[in-house]
């Protein structure tokens, strides 16, 4: 009996200190993972139109927020047989990649919210492998480089670009946030990986957040703001009780004078979702672009 109580013991002590020293390497790992951001006028939002409303989306965003386009071409840009219509938006605010597809959409392609440029696409596979995400699509050509799709600890979709020839863009005069809804028992798992994937930091983290954020004025919520060399996150820690559009806006656009931007807006078809409300040192409203885009845009009142 003491020998069973002995040995009991011992492995106890030996489980526990293989439990620390894989803890202790995961965390080094983690902690040796080379930061592969590029900059934020690198990282797009992915906006599927149908190719009917393909110019006029693009023309509303550029009336909206200004900036330039890139020239608009038709490629192949899955790793199966498809095309799509394609162009670039660089706009002040944020910058967006359209899709227009000819052919019917290969799966898991159209689910992903946001591409980010890195600087060596093996090595970010491997980050972010490392930090519990999963490779939904290996790595495979595209006209201009190589990609890879990847899913994010509570089921977030981001689509990771390597470029043949580095692009040069001007830098932005303000960051947009990419806006990702996580469940309750995900969001600390989501946040830890991002955070070690993209060497950012957790600027605030909100246990009971105002949910008119979300739709729901009579109540609270979680919100966490991060920011990294890829830009602006911020993740909505829900139950899933959301009304509609909330979960369907990708990004959030910030704008000097939101006023003047949605007169703007407007003008070129531009419909307001979400009338205008304060939350956060924000004026904020939803909107839904022509082609079917939803977004929110806000101004800062206060810092």
Request: hydrophobic share 40%; charged share 20%; aromatic share 10%.
């Amino acid at each position: 009996m003491r020998m069973k109580k002995a040995f009991l013991a011992f492995a106890s002590v030996v489980l526990a200190t293989q439990f620390l020293y894989a803890h202790l390497s995961a965390q080094t790992t983690l902690e040796n993972n080379t930061n592969v951001a590029v900059a934020p006028q690198y990282d797009t939002t992915h906006v599927y139109v149908a190719p009917e409303d393909f110019d006029r989306f693009v023309a509303s965003l550029i009336a909206t927020f200004g900036g330039t386009t890139t020239k608009q071409g038709v490629f192949t840009v899955t790793p199966t047989p498809s095309s799509t219509m394609s162009q670039l938006v660089l706009t002040p605010a944020g910058s967006v990649s359209v899709f227009g597809f000819k052919t019917p959409i290969p799966y898991p392609f159209g689910l992903e919210r946001t591409g980010y440029l890195v600087t060596d696409l093996d090595e970010a596979i491997r980050a972010a492998k490392t930090t519990g995400a999963d490779v939904l699509v290996a790595p495979f050509n595209d006209p201009i480089g190589r990609d890879a799709l990847i899913q994010w600890p509570g089921g977030v979709n981001t689509q990771l670009y390597w470029h043949t020839t580095a692009p040069n863009y001007s830098s932005l005069q303000t960051i947009p946030e990419n806006r990702v809804y996580v469940s309750l028992d995900r969001a600390d798992a989501f946040v830890r990986s991002f955070l070690a994937f993209s060497h950012g930091n957790v600027i605030s983290d909100e246990p009971q957040a105002p949910a008119v954020e979300i739709g729901k004025p009579a109540e609270t919520y979680r919100r966490i703001r991060i920011e990294s060399k890829f830009g602006k996150l911020t993740v909505f820690v829900t139950d899933g009780h959301l009304p509609y559009p909330y979960g369907r806006e990708m990004t959030g656009y910030e704008v000097s004078n939101l006023a003047e931007t949605l007169t703007k807006a407007k003008t070129v078809g531009v419909e307001v979702i979400v009338p205008p409300y304060k939350a956060d040192g924000r004026d904020a409203v939803v909107v839904r672009f022509p082609g079917g885009y939803i977004a929110e845009i806000h101004s800062v009142t206060k810092k």
